[in-house]
């Protein structure tokens, strides 16, 4: 299993701006393709974004194409995912995993297991 931990969740207004961080603190995230997901209340899991290795793919969900932007800097070691314009149903807890690099650019398959997850809240 990896361990990966997310960060920079919060509360934050309709409209208003987050940035998380996905960071591995006992091996290095260069040689894995990573993705984010979300678990609203009730709801499964769902992915909402991945990249590859080398950063050069890049997959969105529908729901947050255009207000979302995933980077890595593989010199800090983590995966950042910035999102702007957020919405009321944006709400969830947001995990990043290890993603099977073949399924970078269809269905972002996670795998090697979960972080803890950071709770983002949108809501005025």
């Known amino acids: 299993q990896l361990q990966l931990v997310e960060s920079g969740g919060g509360l934050v207004q309709p409209g208003g701006s987050l940035t998380l961080s996905c960071a591995a603190s006992?091996?290095?995230?260069?040689?894995?393709?990573i993705g984010w997901y979300r678990q609203a209340p009730g709801k499964e899991r769902e992915g909402i974004s991945c990249i590859s290795v080398n950063g050069k793919s890049i997959n969105y969900t529908d729901s947050v194409r255009g207000r979302f932007t995933i980077s890595r800097d593989n010199a800090k070691n983590t995966v950042t995912l910035q999102m702007n314009s957020l919405k009321p149903e944006d709400t969830a807890v947001y995990y990043c995993?290890?993603?099977?690099?073949?399924?970078?650019?269809?269905?972002?398959?996670?795998?090697?297991?979960w972080g803890p997850g950071t709770q983002v809240t949108v809501s005025s």
């Open positions: 995993a290890a993603v099977l690099p073949t399924t970078v650019r269809t269905t972002c398959v996670p795998t090697l297991g």
């Open positions: 006992a091996f290095t995230l260069e040689f894995y393709a």
